[in-house]
């Protein structure tokens, strides 16, 4: 069954949705997203109930600067959308941090995690014709020390936004590593003066990823 017919214009549609997301906004669901200038529609509506829109997200945890890559399925073909990430605070704006289009119900777009404090956000994609979807997401952080070293050189690393006394595991360039001892977060999800082994990775320019098996943090490392 094809998906139905908009009754109306885009512009129409636009500016319904638009007086329908600000008067839920100023009423019962005044926790509704708020975006730079107007309010976004309330989360998680499709315009055609029979071919519900969704989001999946390449990764639900990152440090800032990581990129995530964001694919729909099943918008309004051909609208011009815009993906939020909001910080879950009622009346806080949630910046805009990628665009593109739906091209024919279907897209795929990235961004790079902001500079925001470790914590619970949420990727919230929204198109012209209305259709919305979101997503949580969990912002972890990460440093190394240096930030490059040969095969069975030994790196410093502390992380944050982690689970509370769980045990961090490493992987350098895609290879497990070794630690000189057990590295487990603090009971506030936290971890410092970890003494990694560098694996017998490849040489060059990769990613250093620490995870407690649920949420995962990257920085940049080089095997020189």
Known sequence: ???????????????????VATWIVSGAAAESFV????????????????LP???VLSTDSGSR????????????????LTVYFWNGVPGASAPAVAQGSTGTGSFSVSFDVPKDPVGNFTVFVVDL???????????????ATPGSG??????????QGFLPDHVVKFHVRG???STSARCTTNRHGNFSGCVVVVPNAPTGKGLLTATDGTYT???AFTVS
């Open 53 to 55: 829109c969704y989001i």
């Open 175 to 177: 290879v497990l590593a």
């Open 150 to 159: 040969p095969v069975a050189g030994t790196i410093s690393v502390s992380g």
């Open 129 to 143: 014709a209305g259709d919305n979807q979101s997503a949580r997401f969990h912002v972890t952080h990460l440093t």
């Open 65 to 80: 600067g990581n990129a995530v890559t964001v694919t729909g399925y099943q918008f309004w073909p051909g609208e011009p």
């Open 217 to 219: 943090a990257r920085v």
């Open 1 to 19: 069954m094809g998906r139905p017919r908009r009754p109306f214009g885009r512009l129409a549609l636009a500016g319904a949705v638009l007086v």
């Open 35 to 50: 975006g730079v200038g107007a309010p976004l529609p309330p989360p998680d509506s499709c315009i055609a109930p029979l």
